[in-house]
């Protein structure tokens, strides 16, 4: 029986997405979905819609609104097909720590286990790629699911929700009475930090003569930037960044010493194996990072600070694993340790640093031969760049050097799939970014090998007329696996090579601003045109072929077997 | 590689088991023994896994299943840390049932819980060690049918699942 205050499931799916105040929804229609997209035909105004051209699109569109702005992304698709293709997405977030709420529709109830037109079991398929998922039957358990699914994703470790949505749920009638979720019994979310570990950690940290701080993506999402600044400040220890912690910490701070990892700097790797306390802040020892385990800062006493208790001693044993939010864990150590400083331990940083320089940066930066490198491209975007704009890149050799040489100065201004690496993931993810701010400055940062994965997305750019910068760098090739042929694979190079569509004529056809840069000579000016330009802009700049990224730490290595070349 | 119990408390929501399962699929590891029931307390479930691996591999399983966000509490014990018990039944025919099977049975505490024309069900409880020599004999005796539960325990821990509730 229909009341007067009832209205339909659909209505309730969008009052209750305008409840947790989502601003922007990416996603793509279809018949088990199409409910939702009628009413939302009538909250045009209170919340917008980017129609991608791929729910993949969608997804990573929403990763990257939600990685720049600390907020929820909301990605909407149809049932079978649609929801398959939010998978990689959903195992993106989920290993990047990235909140998301997905909202699939679904076949109707009493169709289900039937195999119906596009069916699929995709809480079933996403459960081991989702931070939670739900199936909504009834059109009564919708506000709650949602608000439940809100909850999930931002607080604690954030990740991906997906919500299944039936279509008799969503078309039935049922109040609208949206309780935002406050927490429930079996997901605690806050743990008091033990006063026991900080105490610990601080004595370790005072007797100390070589300690080192790495701090990964936690110290964003946990919005700790200044405490982490504050320690470093007090205590005067050399802090690298992981892939995804780049930002957390300004690179001018003085104390800060570099990047971690396969294709991080020279000193920050090789040094891991002669400190003696390493203060490991919101990472996880992932095994680019590590490389080989079983030599990995044996030296050191590790202190974790560390929301996620599976991951304290997951990878690395810990002498000192304080549980709970990095912002509290760091403010009450700032508070516990001395003043101290490390000139000769960070002079050993920064000696180290020279030799990179010179074996690599300079070969980079200022390159004697002819062809164009990547790393002088990454260094004339710094000149022009705003002190607050976003890189966001794809998954290759373009990435490694982007964020290599990319002048890092705020936070969540790195925005790149880490730990799935996921080709495909800058273009959708740079116009989520750019979506969530017009006025940012948004780099987008792409191989020739990946942005074909998603280069359907540059008509979701088109439509939107995000002004979204694609720096295309093409080298012909898959690079970063024939990097790896070159290398490890007695330069057979297996299918790598591309033989690339005009990519000019491509974004012309989009109705993109596009350039091709070919010489040295114009690259700056080109670049120049690129961020002065109202509106998206497609640069191309034709790179060597055959370059490598260095240094290198190769797979079953030691951090300390980091190669200059 | 030890013997290792694991408890789960978790709410009865669809799914549970599914997502408690792929902990161990993903990471190669064979579930020995699973059993699930309600709890003492209402709407909340306990599952009971038994599994032989490395005492890191357990640690790092029941951090895993602690993750997933309707599960309440997960812990585990080595055998000298749970009472436990299995239940066994072995299905043999009536025409077999000799004097030299009833001492047998009388020997190996067993109960005849059910008898039939064609065929007599035997029930045993105890750890698999003795249910398992009451079957090697009972294969010389027509065995038809043999079912073994899996593992229930109690943890030696003075706990209740009030305690992990509050
Ligand atoms: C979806 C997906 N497929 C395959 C890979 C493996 N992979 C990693 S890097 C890479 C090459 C990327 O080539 P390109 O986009 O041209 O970037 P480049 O390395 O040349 O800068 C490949 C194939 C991946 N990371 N993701
Ligand atoms: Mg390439």
């Known amino acids: 029986m229909k009341e007067e205050s009832m209205i339909r499931g659909a209505d309730i799916v969008v009052q209750s997405l305008i409840a947790e105040q989502a601003e922007i929804i990416f996603g793509y229609p279809g018949g088990a979905i199409m409910p939702v997209y009628d009413a939302l035909y009538d909250y045009h105004e209170q919340i917008k819609h980017v129609l991608t051209r791929h729910e993949q699109g969608a997804i990573h569109a929403a990763q990257g609104y939600a990685r720049v702005s600390g907020k929820v992304g909301v990605c909407l698709a149809t049932s079978g097909p649609g929801a398959t293709n939010l998978i990689t997405g959903l195992a993106d977030a989920q290993i990047d720590s990235t909140p998301l709420v997905c909202i699939t529709g679904q076949v109707a109830a009493h169709l289900l286990g039937t195999d119906a037109f596009q069916e699929t079991d995709v809480v079933g398929i996403s459960m081991p790629g989702t931070k939670w998922n739900i199936q909504v039957r009834r059109v009564e358990d919708i506000a709650p699911a949602i608000a439940k699914g809100f909850y999930i994703a931002r607080s604690g470790r954030p990740g991906p929700v997906l919500i299944d949505i039936t279509k008799n749920a969503q078309v039935d009638f049922g109040q609208m009475n949206y309780t935002p979720c406050l927490g429930f019994r079996s997901y605690k979310v806050h743990q008091p930090i033990d006063p026991n570990a900080i105490q610990k950690a601080s004595e370790l940290i005072k007797q100390a003569k070589r300690p080192y701080l790495l701090f990964g993506q936690g110290v964003v999402l946990g919005k700790a930037e200044t405490e982490l600044k504050f320690f470093l400040d007090k205590t005067g220890i050399p802090a690298a960044s992981t892939l995804l912690g780049s930002g957390a910490l300004s690179e001018d701070h003085p104390n800060y010493v570099g990047k971690l990892g396969m294709h991080g700097n020279y000193a920050p790797n090789l040094l891991t194996n002669q400190c003696d306390v390493l203060i490991a802040v919101g990472m996880r020892f992932d095994d680019r990072v590590t490389g080989d385990l079983k030599r990995y800062a044996k030296q050191a006493k590790v202190i974790h600070l560390e929301l996620d208790a599976a991951e304290i001693n997951k990878n690395v044993k810990v002498e000192v694993g304080v549980l709970g939010d990095c912002k509290e864990s760091l403010s009450m150590l700032t508070e516990a340790v001395e003043q101290g400083s490390h000139p000769e331990w960070l002079g050993k940083f920064r000696e180290l640093e020279q030799m990179e320089k010179e074996a690599v940066m300079q070969h980079d930066i200022t390159p004697t031969k002819v062809g164009l490198t990547m790393g002088e491209v990454i260094s004339q975007i710094n000149r022009y760049k705003a002190d607050d704009a976003v890189l966001v890149t794809d998954v290759g050799q373009h990435q490694m050097i982007a964020w290599r040489y990319f002048h890092y100065k705020k936070t969540r201004t790195q925005i790149t799939s880490g730990g799935l690496g996921t080709m495909g993931f800058a273009l959708p993810a740079a116009l989520g970014a750019q979506l969530h701010d017009y006025s940012r400055q948004v780099i987008c940062v792409v191989g020739d090998g990946g942005i074909q994965m998603t280069i359907q997305e540059l008509g979701a750019i088109m439509q939107t007329k995000a002004p979204v910068k694609i720096v295309l760098l093409n080298n012909n090739y898959l690079g970063m696996v024939r990097q790896w042929q070159q290398m490890f694979f007695d330069k057979r190079y297996s299918f790598t090579e591309l033989d690339n569509p005009d990519f000019i004529k491509l974004a012309e056809a989009y109705g993109i601003k596009a350039q091709k840069v070919t010489e040295r000579n114009t690259l700056t000016e080109s670049i120049e045109d690129m961020l002065i330009h109202d509106g998206p802009y497609f640069l191309e700049v034709v790179v060597e072929k055959e370059d490598n990224v260095f240094p290198m730490i190769a797979t079953g290595c030691s951090v300390e077997e980091v190669r200059l070349s | ?166």
């Open chain 2, 1 to 166: 590689m030890k013997r290792y119990t694991i408890f789960v408390i978790t709410e009865n929501f669809i799914g549970i088991l599914n997502r408690i399962t792929i902990i161990f699929t993903r990471r190669g590891i064979n579930i020995d023994a699973l059993t699930a029931s309600e709890s003492s307390v209402d709407g909340i479930h306990r599952i009971t896994i038994e599994v032989t691996t490395s005492e890191e591999m357990v640690v790092h399983l029941v951090n895993q299943i602690e993750k997933i966000i309707d599960v309440i509490k997960a812990f585990y014990h080595e055998d000298s840390g749970v009472v436990y018990q299995e239940i066994a039944l072995y299905k043999i025919p009536v025409a077999r049932l000799d004097g030299s099977l009833e001492k047998i049975i009388r020997q190996h505490h067993a109960k005849i819980i059910s008898a039939e024309q064609e065929f007599v069900v035997l029930e045993v409880a105890g750890h698999k060690e003795q249910t398992q020599e009451l079957l090697e004999i009972l294969k010389g005796y027509g065995l038809l049918e043999f079912a073994r539960s899996g593992r229930v325990a109690v943890a030696k821990r003075m706990r209740t699942i009030d305690q992990y509730l509050s």
